[in-house]
């Protein structure tokens, strides 16, 4: 199913999907800093800063702030200035001229002592102005601004405000969460959409398909596919392309229809004449010997043209899907019986047994005379690629309603390297090896072969192996047990097989 | 029997006119469709018509339905080139009796005609006798002198078709044609082995030796 284009825009847009997801997640994570919310704290902090500065300056107007020796803590501000100082809720510290720190605020004092000592180390170092800087600590991230105090009178140098983002960062956090949670229904119902999509937009595909596919050979050429409309689609193009393709293929068919017609009658019009003029000369009873053994090979030669010209024809004809037969019902066993008295005797100047092994009686709806051309031609092989003294065995029996017959020889057998290939027009196993002296067949005869057993709904198949000899089996569908054959053809098909 | 040969062609037509005139038939040969109805279409002047399929003018086919609408009721052999069954059943279904497909073997004619006259052959008798061997067509009996002689299909097939034409020279291929109707690849001796079988069946025992060879032509069965 993965292979159905439906299946693969499904799983394509699901894909894509996914990596939106991902892409805006990490957009919004790495853009969160450009967020209006993070300017806004900044600013806040700024505030912070600007306030606490303000308390200090409004303090020293007052008098000089001092800064008092404490045995535990050393320095620090005055309790007064330290309670101004605490209506600002947030990281607040305050450092003398000697980088001490005088004033550590209520939350700045929940940190850990290492991230206090950073956080002092980076409160001396930042620059003081309108910025704000992220520190990262262990424990918060939290933006600085720092002032300086001027006053020279005052040991205060500088304070340091902060802020954290601690809450800022959670809130996102809890927004991816929910988004990656999100994730796989999103993906569910996406999935699923692009499955009915890809079947809506797919359908027509699908039609144009069974329908293309009930055009199968040259009869049904002149169907057209349906559903090429006016609307120009790119599935109304596509069909109007295959229908002017069907088109072309229709004339082109029916081109080869009247030259087989045509070449049917032309080639066989001289050939009847030929013959007749041949046969009306040998029923003349004048002339010599010699010229009689002129006119039989000019025959025999006329016949061959003509058996050749019919096979081209049949050939022609099965390319278009028009191998067509009559049909009848067929005695496969007197046919065979017919078939083993013609390969005995041709089997007998070699010395070749042949056998009939098995004989059901056993009968098809088909085409008696082209089954016994078939047989024949196996036949006629078996026995000329077969030794002197080797065995020819026929054998006809019923299998799961199909009847079987088998060829089988002890003969020199074919390569496992030209074995796909025999069934091919024209081909022919190596000169050498067929005993025959003088020219062989047309090389049509195995083609053919296959061609009427394919026209029965049946198959013609052959195993081989080098020096042990072949089998050809034909299959035929259909097959019917005659039990009570007519006693006739019983009597006329008597043979003895005693090679 | 009179018959009618509608075809174009000269050498067929003469070729089919004196073979079925040794026969002892009356025939008439005619070149074109319309003549041949003209022919065809006083009476029952004819007890069968041998008609081409393809004719100048007008063609066999409308030669064959004008035939039958006239109401012409013997029997009509059709002579075709075409040998697609498509063809052939369009043939039979305007009123032909039979077909044979070019190029044919006089042989076969001859049995299509005998077979759709329904009347034997001049010398088609059911028996067919030389000397003292003899033929029996229906019961398939072969004797000589009176004995019982044992044939296989094949060497009963053979040994009619030599006794059908008594002291002609009958050629392998045509004896092939008519007991097999396959032509065997060149080389094939299949006829030679049937003689010799049926000379120890028919001649062996016998100072009269009926079965004849010419050589690279064929046999012969005479006295």
Same mark, same amino acid.
């Given at each position: 199913?993965?292979?159905?284009?439906?299946?693969?825009?499904?799983?394509?847009?699901?894909?894509?999907?996914?990596?939106?997801?991902?892409?805006?997640?990490?957009?919004?994570?790495?853009?969160?800093?450009?967020?209006?919310?993070?300017?806004?704290?900044?600013?806040?902090?700024?505030?912070?800063?600007?306030?606490?500065?303000?308390?200090?300056?409004?303090?020293?107007?007052?008098?000089?702030?001092?800064?008092?020796?404490?045995?535990?803590?050393? #320095?620090?501000?005055?309790?007064? +200035?330290? =309670?101004? %100082?605490?209506?600002? /809720?947030?990281? $607040?510290?305050?450092?003398? *001229? &000697?980088?001490?720190?005088?004033?550590?605020?209520?939350?700045?004092?929940?940190?850990?002592?290492?991230?206090?000592?950073?956080?002092?180390?980076?409160?001396?170092?930042?620059?003081?102005?309108?910025?704000?800087?992220?520190?990262?600590?262990?424990?918060?991230?939290?933006?600085?601004?720092?002032?300086?105090?001027?006053?020279?009178?005052?040991?205060?140098?500088?304070?340091?405000?902060?802020?954290?983002?601690?809450?800022?960062? #959670?809130?996102?956090?809890?927004? +991816?969460? =929910?988004? %990656?949670?999100?994730? /796989?229904?999103? $993906?569910?119902?996406?999935? *699923? &959409?692009?499955?009915?999509?890809?079947?809506?937009?797919?359908?027509?595909?699908?039609?144009?398909?069974?329908?293309?596919?009930?055009?199968?050979?040259?009869?049904?050429?002149?169907?057209?596919?349906?559903?090429?409309?006016?609307?120009?689609?790119?599935?109304?193009?596509?069909?109007?392309?295959?229908?002017?393709?069907?088109?072309?293929?229709?004339?082109?068919?029916?081109?080869?229809?009247?030259?087989?017609?045509?070449?049917?009658?032309?080639?066989?019009?001289? +050939?009847?004449?030929?013959?007749?003029?041949?046969?009306?000369?040998?029923?003349?009873?004048?002339?010599?010997?010699?010229?009689?053994?002129?006119?039989?090979?000019?025959?025999?030669?006329?016949?061959?043209?003509?058996?050749?010209?019919?096979?081209?024809?049949?050939?022609?004809?099965?390319?278009?899907?028009?191998?067509?037969?009559?049909?009848?019902?067929?005695?496969?066993?007197?046919?065979?019986?017919?078939?083993?008295?013609?390969?005995?005797?041709?089997?007998?100047?070699?010395?070749?047994?042949?056998?009939?092994?098995?004989?059901?009686?056993?009968?098809?709806?088909?085409?008696?005379?082209?089954?016994?051309?078939?047989?024949?031609?196996?036949?006629?092989?078996?026995?000329?690629?077969?030794?002197?003294?080797?065995?020819?065995?026929?054998?006809?029996?019923?299998?799961?309603?199909?009847?079987?017959?088998?060829?089988?020889?002890?003969?020199?057998?074919?390569?496992?390297?030209?074995?796909?290939?025999?069934?091919?027009?024209?081909?022919?196993?190596?000169?050498?090896?067929?005993?025959?002296?003088?020219?062989?067949?047309?090389?049509?005869?195995?083609?053919?072969?296959?061609?009427?057993?394919?026209?029965?709904?049946?198959?013609?198949?052959?195993?081989?192996?080098?020096?042990?000899?072949?089998?050809?089996?034909?299959?035929?569908?259909?097959?019917?047990?005659?039990?009570?054959?007519?006693?006739?053809?019983?009597?006329?098909?008597?043979?003895?097989?005693?090679? | 029997?009179?018959?009618?040969?509608?075809?174009?062609?000269?050498?067929?037509?003469?070729?089919?006119?004196?073979?079925?005139?040794?026969?002892?038939?009356?025939?008439?040969?005619?070149?074109?469709?319309?003549?041949?109805?003209?022919?065809?279409?006083?009476?029952?002047?004819?007890?069968?018509?041998?008609?081409?399929?393809?004719?100048?003018?007008?063609?066999?086919?409308?030669?064959?339905?004008?035939?039958?609408?006239?109401?012409?009721?013997?029997?009509?052999?059709?002579?075709?080139?075409?040998?697609?069954?498509?063809?052939?059943?369009?043939?039979?279904?305007?009123?032909?009796?039979?077909?044979?497909?070019?190029?044919?073997?006089?042989?076969?004619?001859?049995?299509?005609?005998?077979?759709?006259?329904?009347?034997?052959?001049?010398?088609?008798?059911?028996?067919?006798?030389?000397?003292?061997?003899?033929?029996?067509?229906?019961?398939?009996?072969?004797?000589?002198?009176?004995?019982?002689?044992?044939?296989?299909?094949?060497?009963?097939?053979?040994?009619?078709?030599?006794?059908?034409?008594?002291?002609?020279?009958?050629?392998?291929?045509?004896?092939?044609?008519?007991?097999?109707?396959?032509?065997?690849?060149?080389?094939?001796?299949?006829?030679?082995?049937?003689?010799?079988?049926?000379?120890?069946?028919?001649?062996?025992?016998?100072?009269?030796?009926?079965?004849?060879?010419?050589?690279?032509?064929?046999?012969?069965?005479?006295?």
């Amino acid at each position: 199913m993965i292979h159905s284009i439906r299946t693969r825009v499904t799983l394509l847009f699901m894909l894509a999907l996914v990596l939106s997801v991902l892409v805006f997640a990490g957009g919004i994570w790495t853009g969160r800093k450009d967020f209006a919310y993070y300017r806004e704290l900044q600013r806040y902090v700024q505030s912070q800063a600007e306030l606490a500065i303000r308390i200090i300056t409004q303090a020293e107007t007052r008098g000089p702030v001092t800064i008092m020796r404490d045995s535990l803590v050393g #320095a620090k501000l005055t309790p007064d +200035l330290v =309670s101004a %100082l605490e209506v600002i /809720p947030d990281y $607040l510290i305050v450092l003398d *001229t &000697a980088g001490r720190m005088v004033y550590v605020s209520e939350k700045a004092r929940t940190l850990p002592a290492s991230d206090l000592t950073s956080l002092q180390e980076s409160a001396l170092d930042i620059d003081p102005g309108t910025t704000a800087t992220l520190l990262t600590l262990r424990s918060d991230q939290i933006y600085l601004s720092a002032r300086l105090e001027n006053d020279v009178r005052t040991p205060i140098a500088r304070i340091v405000a902060g802020s954290s983002t601690i809450t800022t960062e #959670a809130l996102w956090r809890d927004l +991816l969460r =929910s988004m %990656l949670m999100l994730a /796989p229904v999103v $993906l569910l119902l996406g999935g *699923t &959409a692009a499955y009915i999509i890809g079947g809506v937009a797919v359908r027509p595909i699908t039609l144009i398909i069974s329908e293309l596919e009930a055009i199968t050979d040259g009869r049904s050429l002149h169907k057209r596919l349906g559903g090429a409309d006016a609307e120009g689609d790119e599935l109304s193009r596509l069909t109007s392309t295959l229908n002017a393709m069907i088109g072309r293929l229709e004339n082109s068919f029916g081109g080869l229809r009247r030259f087989t017609a045509d070449a049917s009658h032309e080639l066989k019009t001289p +050939l009847t004449v030929l013959r007749a003029s041949i046969e009306r000369a040998m029923m003349a009873r004048r002339g010599s010997n010699e010229q009689m053994e002129f006119l039989e090979e000019a025959l025999n030669e006329v016949t061959r043209m003509a058996d050749l010209v019919n096979s081209l024809l049949s050939l022609a004809r099965a390319d278009e899907g028009r191998f067509d037969l009559v049909r009848d019902v067929v005695l496969l066993d007197s046919i065979l019986r017919d078939i083993a008295e013609t390969a005995t005797i041709l089997g007998e100047p070699n010395g070749i047994l042949v056998q009939v092994k098995e004989c059901e009686p056993l009968t098809v709806e088909g085409d008696a005379p082209r089954l016994r051309q078939l047989l024949l031609n196996l036949v006629e092989n078996a026995i000329k690629y077969t030794t002197v003294g080797g065995t020819v065995e026929l054998s006809l029996s019923a299998e799961q309603g199909s009847a079987v017959l088998t060829v089988k020889d002890t003969g020199m057998g074919i390569a496992a390297a030209d074995l796909p290939f025999i069934f091919e027009r024209f081909w022919r196993a190596d000169r050498a090896r067929s005993r025959a002296s003088g020219r062989g067949g047309t090389g049509l005869g195995l083609a053919i072969s296959q061609y009427i057993a394919q026209a029965h709904g049946g198959t013609l198949t052959a195993q081989s192996r080098l020096g042990r000899g072949s089998t050809f089996t034909l299959t035929l569908p259909g097959a019917v047990r005659r039990d009570s054959g007519p006693a006739v053809i019983a009597e006329r098909d008597r043979i003895s097989h005693s090679a | 029997m009179r018959i009618l040969v509608i075809e174009d062609d000269p050498i067929v037509g003469q070729f089919v006119k004196r073979g079925l005139e040794e026969q002892q038939w009356t025939v008439d040969l005619e070149a074109d469709g319309e003549s041949g109805e003209r022919a065809a279409g006083q009476g029952d002047a004819y007890d069968l018509i041998i008609l081409d399929m393809r004719l100048p003018g007008k063609d066999g086919l409308s030669v064959l339905r004008t035939l039958r609408s006239r109401g012409f009721q013997r029997p009509v052999l059709v002579l075709t080139a075409q040998d697609a069954v498509d063809a052939k059943v369009q043939t039979l279904r305007a009123g032909a009796d039979d077909y044979v497909t070019k190029p044919f073997a006089f042989e076969e004619l001859l049995a299509r005609i005998e077979a759709l006259s329904r009347r034997p052959r001049q010398l088609a008798s059911p028996r067919l006798e030389i000397a003292d061997l003899a033929v029996d067509l229906d019961t398939r009996e072969v004797t000589r002198a009176g004995v019982r002689i044992e044939l296989t299909p094949k060497e009963f097939k053979v040994l009619e078709y030599l006794m059908r034409h008594p002291g002609r020279v009958m050629s392998r291929t045509l004896i092939t044609e008519y007991a097999w109707g396959y032509h065997f690849d060149p080389g094939t001796n299949i006829v030679d082995v049937v003689i010799t079988h049926l000379r120890k069946k028919v001649d062996a025992a016998h100072d009269q030796k009926l079965i004849g060879t010419v050589r690279g032509v064929g046999y012969v069965v005479k006295e």
